[in-house]
């Protein structure tokens, strides 16, 4: 097998009570695990087989015969990329170059929270909201299904999955409390630090 699932960068009880090690047993054991067992399914004995996850999803994005490959290989980083967008005690207002940047782009912290939440709130379906680097300057987008900032040359800073196996077990269908959460206890601004585009 040549893709495997990333370990959680937490302990599955770590986000407790925020989020229940339950939904992580669901979500990070269960989907996310499902998109490394059908990637590697559906790659297996073809050239991109063991090229490295964003080369596939590059590649894929591309290729109109390709949608399975996308879809799967774009949710296994997207997935990732989520896990790393909490931590532990995480959530509030960033600091730094990032909180100025914050300030800068969206006037404030609770602007830019407002309209991130509407943009996670707003997505009809499953899909993601983002805040990313583009063009040198902080926007909030969301994609729907399996897309990627980054096939759009856009830098993700974190991301929120607003699938509804994201919070349906801890939060049944109120996607606005979960998001709510997602900004006031979870999101580990020193990933999206460290990401911002040297
Ligand atoms: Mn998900």
Redesign the pocket.
């Known amino acids: 097998m040549t893709y495997e699932l990333p370990p959680l960068p937490y302990a599955d009880t770590a986000l407790e009570p925020i989020y229940s090690a339950k939904t992580i047993s669901f979500?990070h054991g269960k989907?996310?695990k499902a998109y490394v067992d059908n990637l590697n399914k559906l790659v297996a004995n073809t050239r991109i087989d063991g090229l490295s996850l964003e080369s596939v999803i590059d590649i894929a994005a591309k290729n109109a015969e390709m949608t399975g490959v996308f879809n799967n290989a774009a949710?296994i980083w997207?997935?990732t990329f989520?896990w790393n967008s909490m931590k532990p005690d995480g959530g509030g207002k960033p600091s730094g170059a990032l909180a100025k940047m914050i300030d800068e782009a969206f006037g404030s912290y609770e602007k830019f929270a407002e309209q991130f939440k509407a943009a996670a709130v707003g997505r009809f379906g499953?899909g993601w909201a983002w805040l990313v680097v583009d063009g040198g300057a902080l926007k909030i987008v969301s994609t729907p299904n399996a897309e990627t900032p980054i096939t759009k040359g856009q830098t993700p800073l974190i991301t929120v999955?607003v699938?509804e196996?994201?919070y349906y077990l801890d939060y049944q269908n109120r996607r606005p409390d979960f998001v709510q959460a997602f900004l006031d206890k979870l999101v580990n601004w020193d990933f999206a630090a460290a990401n911002l585009p040297k």
């Open positions: 979500h989907h996310h949710q997207n997935h989520f499953s999955d699938w196996h994201a």
